[in-house]
């Protein structure tokens, strides 16, 4: 199994640890051992992005936008050149390196998920994203085939704890922060709030988490408990301090019984679903920022956008009104069920991908997870904005 990431697309992660949050901090290791040292954060090499910088999250993001006649018309991107908040951002498993835990060195793999990821949300904010020694590939293609895992999902965590920590002493100066993340990068800022945020001055400094494709438990019916004991989910675009987590599947495609998304193993718990798009519930249209080629090489292929067959110049596509989605539960499982509104007689495309195809087979237990972000990437980025908003304001 191979699984790439290019620019405007992600790379999955395998669904057992995206959605198992990082083991704590180990037992402090006998005299004998050579722990691998913290990298050193004060080092800007340490950042797969920073401000200011012509890195991953300064990658172009105009898009193209293709209306319900088939107009073309290009979106073109224009970052905050003043951002008054900061976004922190942990990106899903994409290392390619052969061994199970990553090292430090920024690759295609980690330039091309941040530049699908989290230049968008420099629209708005300043983007700090750490490089860190995270669960690969390799480890998981391992676990996969039934062999020993040997990967350290402690030193992945520690490293992104000491990443937060220098932010928060060489950067950060009092400014509201948005936490971002998906998959093994969401878990592991779940395991962040919950270990070194909930109940300390930082976070003060939350505006907000925003968690897709790994599950966070709360009790049924409630919004708070479970695995943050004090983090709320969001509610309202003006709710400062809350969380944004859901996993995505296909309205016509809900998950099985065997999907790990989507369902969580506390008893009384559910998954926590929040739509970017309709905060109180319900349905809605999404502002969809999707890859222009398709979703990865773990995805089938996007044909073309339109009849004519007409290319994309752009990394990003957007077709407004194609995409709507609702939180929904079928059985045990909470999630975001994504429709396609297609409209045979219209000259758009009427499908999208975004399913986890190997060999020829459709994944169904995966659901829509190489796109959790893209079908609601510009309700994230609008939502932050407003968010950022309310907390300056309460300040």
């Known amino acids: ?19 198992t949050p990082p083991a704590p901090p180990p037992a402090a290791a006998p005299a004998s051992a050579s722990p691998s040292p913290t990298p050193d954060y004060r080092q800007d090499a340490s950042w797969l992005c920073r401000p200011g910088r012509a890195d991953a999250c300064a990658a172009n993001q105009d898009a193209t936008v293709i209306a319900a006649d088939g107009t073309r018309t290009i979106e073109t991107f224009v970052a905050d050149r003043k951002p008054a908040f900061d976004c922190f951002y942990v990106y899903p498993t994409v290392s390619l390196d052969p061994t199970p835990n990553s090292d430090m060195a920024v690759g295609p793999e980690e330039t091309g998920v941040a530049a699908s990821q989290a230049a968008r949300f420099n629209q708005h904010c300043r983007v700090f994203a750490p ?19 040997t ?33 093994q990068g969401s878990g592991i800022i779940k395991a962040l709030l919950a270990g070194a945020i909930e109940g300390t001055p930082a976070a003060k400094l939350l505006i907000s988490a925003m968690i897709p494709g790994t599950n966070v438990a709360v009790p049924a019916g409630a919004v ?23 996993v995505t599947f296909r309205a016509d495609a809900p998950p099985p019984a065997n999907s790990r998304f989507g369902t969580v193993p506390q008893p009384g718990m559910v998954a926590a679903c929040v739509n970017p798009a ?3 519930g319900g349905r809605a249209v999404t502002d969809a920022y999707l890859g ?21 110049t752009t990394a990003f596509v957007k077709v407004p009104g194609l995409i709507s989605a609702e939180c929904t539960t079928t059985g045990a499982a909470h999630y975001l069920a994504v429709t396609v509104n297609a409209d045979p007689a219209d000259p758009r495309t009427d499908t999208i991908v975004g399913d986890v195809v190997l060999g020829g087979v459709t994944l169904k237990d995966w659901g829509l997870h190489l796109i959790d972000m893209p079908v609601e990437m510009g309700n994230l980025v609008a939502l932050s904005d407003r968010q950022a908003r309310a907390w300056l304001k309460k300040r």
Do not use: F
Not at 131 to 146: D, F, N, P
Not at 226 to 235: A, F, I
């Open 1 to 19: 199994m191979k699984l790439l990431v290019a620019l405007g697309v992600m790379a999955a992660p395998l669904p057992a640890l995206a959605q």
């Open 131 to 149: 490089m860190y020694r995270q669960v690969t590939l390799s480890a998981l293609r391992a676990l996969l085939e039934g062999k020993a895992v």
């Open 151 to 183: 990967a350290d999902r402690a030193m992945a965590y520690g490293d992104v704890k000491a990443a937060w920590e220098d932010y928060l002493k060489r950067d950060n100066h009092g400014r509201g922060v948005v936490l971002i993340g998906h998959s």
């Open 224 to 246: 708070v408990g479970g695995d943050l004991k004090s983090t709320p989910l969001c509610q309202t675009a003006e709710q400062t301090g809350c969380v944004v987590s859901y």
């Open 278 to 280: 309709a905060l109180a």
């Open 292 to 312: 222009a080629r398709g979703a990865g090489l773990a995805s089938l292929p996007m044909g073309p956008w339109t009849k004519d067959g007409a290319p994309v």
